[in-house]
T-cell receptor, first 113, second 117 residues
């Protein structure tokens, strides 16, 4: 069975600073994909970044980067230069070989001006 | 950019009534999904659908739920007899392929907020 754990229910960050949102996972699948989604107050799910389990390099997408530590089974999201518009719920998710995408409980990020 | 379209955006229904939530996935996508998010809580997997049949379902997806792709474009979720605890945001998603090693992530619709009174 797969398990996604986000241990930070809420995080605060000062505008223009960097913040790390934690995500750990557990799977026995040899290959899997890790995703981060942003959910603003309007409710839609916005894809941010993807990391494949065989990728040698950490994924980056603009101000988003994924700190992938395979041996520790962690896939933390780093947001650099936080903006007020980054305030939202952030979900870590995983697709395994035989399962469909499963989500963590989410972290509510608040960016302070 | 292609979108997954969900209708209605908000539906209010009385307990015990049947509801049908509608989704139009992206046209060249082959895998379809429904997820549920009770307000402020995690996004929960309900069901996946491929080649006109359910490929996987969660323990939430009991006999009260059914899915259908009636006409090759729409993908529907039916709740036969709604309960108060069915109140949630329901997300439809679609995916081009089923792959873990390539970024074939899901495209989510904007959701239908179901309120059971």
């Amino acid at each position: 069975a797969q398990k996604i754990t986000q241990t930070q229910p809420g995080m605060f960050v000062q505008e223009k600073e960097a913040v790390t949102l934690d995500c750990t996972y557990d799977t026995s699948d040899p290959s899997y994909g890790l995703f981060w989604y942003k959910q603003p107050s309007s409710g839609e799910m916005i894809f941010l970044i993807y990391q494949g389990s065989y990728d040698q390099q950490n994924a980056t997408e603009g101000r988003y980067s994924l700190n992938f530590q395979k041996a520790r089974k962690s896939a933390n999201l780093v947001i650099s230069a936080s903006q007020l518009g980054d305030s939202a719920m952030y979900f870590c998710a995983m697709r395994g070989e035989n399962n469909d995408m499963r989500f963590g409980a989410g972290t509510r990020l608040t960016v302070k001006p | 950019e292609p979108e997954v379209t969900q209708t209605p955006s908000h539906q209010v229904t009385q307990m015990g009534q049947e509801v049908i939530l509608r989704c139009v996935p992206i046209s060249n996508h082959l895998y379809f999904y429904w997820y549920r998010q009770i307000l402020g809580q995690k996004v929960e997997f309900l069901v996946s659908f491929y080649n006109n049949e359910i490929s996987e379902k969660s323990e939430i997806f009991d006999d009260q739920f059914s899915v259908e792709r009636p006409d090759g474009s729409n993908f529907t979720l039916k709740i036969r007899s709604t309960k108060l605890e069915d109140s949630a945001m329901y997300f439809c998603a679609s995916s081009e392929v089923r792959s873990t090693t390539v970024n074939y992530g899901y495209t989510f619709g904007s959701g239908t907020r179901l309120t059971v009174v």
